[in-house]
């Protein structure tokens, strides 16, 4: 368990404005920073939050790996956790991808077959092809980031971000064999023959694009629980450009697919970008202002080099500023995450599994600022994007777990429970949260 300086402040014992008024600035600036620096731990539990422990025997698995595009040392050790897991599993497991499957800017829109994205993309696949049960590649569905559209859902650029290879990688990439088990989500492309012709279609009229990649129920062999998929980069770019009747008719489908599985005793959505989260994507944090966007780990050198006054601050405005779509603050993530924060209370959602931040959180939405004064049930963000990358994480209203330093999640399903596991890259068990039905 962590000190966090932000709950000290919130606690009454010292606001930021009596910090300011009172005497002994020297002293209290010292004070503050020290408390800042000793309050970088990759690991917090909320006060209060205990390891629960079920006796009974699961009924499924299913391995959640965010943001695993890049074929780095700490997917290396990821997949090799998930591939030892797997082997005691004793019914089929699944892993699901959170999107940013292939960084940086995905596919091109000429040249799709080139070779260097396939190559990259083939060592990804060979690590998750060693996550086996019964001697079968574990299926993988993963659904598309903002990295896999180049930033660029709606094709304003034309340049990198094709979406439609991801679609027909057993008939384009080199290693075809790779990806038999792969399913990229949402989307069907059975009507098509190839990439170039759904590419055709897709990016011949942005309606197209907005039709194809509607939400759909994911395919588990577990009939108490609805996945349901959904391509968030293309929502929060259609609100960035101006398309907001297409934005609206995008998640006007969302609460449809939503509505018909209601009745499930699980309702979760697959989302890449997370309804809330205290981490790189909130530049607003006001640590941040203070020492830079690597606060409070700094993990990386750049980091510690922001930290030196007044790097830090201007840094921190400045992207705070620019009001880029991919961050929490910015107008068009705003009407995406209340949108769909709307639908989830009267459609049944028990859990939005995201990605984006490279980081691990757990946090309660009925507490967040989308907070709602309905709390006869539960409704959890679990952001898991640290299969591949890492970044700083702070906890913030709602949170009751966060950790950096790579890792991946489980979900195992009980008779009456749903069991959220988070562990670190070597397969140990930081936390769990039970979710009663």
């Given amino acids: 368990m962590r000190f966090s300086i932000i709950e000290y402040l919130h606690r009454g014992h010292l606001s930021p404005i009596s910090f300011l008024n009172r005497k002994n600035m020297k002293i209290k600036f010292i004070f503050l920073l020290s408390l800042l620096l000793f309050s970088c731990s990759h690991i917090y539990i909320a006060p209060g939050q205990k390891i629960s422990r079920i006796s009974a025997e699961h009924t499924q698995t299913i391995y959640i790996a965010g943001d695993f595009g890049s074929p780095s040392s700490l997917l290396k050790d990821v997949t090799s956790s998930i591939a030892k897991d797997a082997a005691r599993q004793s019914s089929q497991p699944y892993i699901l991808g959170l999107g940013d499957n292939l960084y940086v800017k995905g596919f091109p829109h000429r040249d799709a077959r080139t070779s260097k994205p396939f190559a990259k993309l083939c060592k990804i696949a060979k690590l998750f092809n060693k996550c086996r049960y019964k001697e ?46 792969w399913l990229f989500m949402p989307g069907d492309a059975n009507p098509h023959s190839s990439a170039s012709e759904l590419y055709e279609y897709l990016y011949s009229d942005l309606q197209n694009l907005v039709t194809f990649m509607k939400p759909q129920k994911i395919p588990v062999e577990n009939s108490s629980t609805a996945i349901i998929a959904m391509d968030s980069e293309l929502v929060i770019d259609l609100f960035a450009a101006g398309y907001y009747d297409l934005a609206k008719k995008y998640l006007q489908s969302l609460e449809e697919v939503l509505r018909e599985n209601k009745n499930h005793k699980w309702v979760i959505v697959l989302t ?103 709390t006869s049930s539960t409704c959890m963000q679990l952001v898991c994007g640290e299969a591949a990358k890492q970044d700083p994480v702070t906890n913030g209203k709602g949170t009751l777990f966060f950790h950096t330093g790579g890792g991946y999640s489980q979900l195992k399903f009980f008779d009456k429970e749903l069991l959220i596991e988070m562990r670190d890259r070597q397969g140990n068990q930081l936390y769990n949260y039970v979710i009663n039905e």
């Fill in 136 to 181: 079968q590649p574990i299926p993988l569905i993963t659904i598309p980031g903002n990295h896999d559209y180049n930033d660029d859902a709606v094709s304003v650029k034309r340049t990198w971000g094709n979406i439609a290879p991801w679609y027909f990688l057993r008939q384009m990439a080199p290693q075809s064999k790779l990806f038999e088990q």
């Fill in 272 to 374: 890449h970008h997370p309804l809330a989260s205290y981490a790189k994507h909130r530049p607003g944090k006001w640590g941040s202002f203070l020492l830079g966007p690597g606060w409070p780990q700094f993990s990386k050198w750049w980091h510690k080099v922001l930290m030196v006054p007044p790097l830090g601050t201007l840094t921190t405005f400045g992207w705070w500023a620019i009001h880029y779509p991919q961050d929490i603050h910015s107008c068009a993530y705003e009407n995406y995450r209340k949108a769909v924060y709307a639908m989830l209370k009267d459609n049944n959602v028990s859990l939005v599994i995201s990605g984006h931040e490279h980081c691990t959180q757990l946090i309660d939405l009925q507490q967040t600022v989308l907070n709602t004064k309905n």
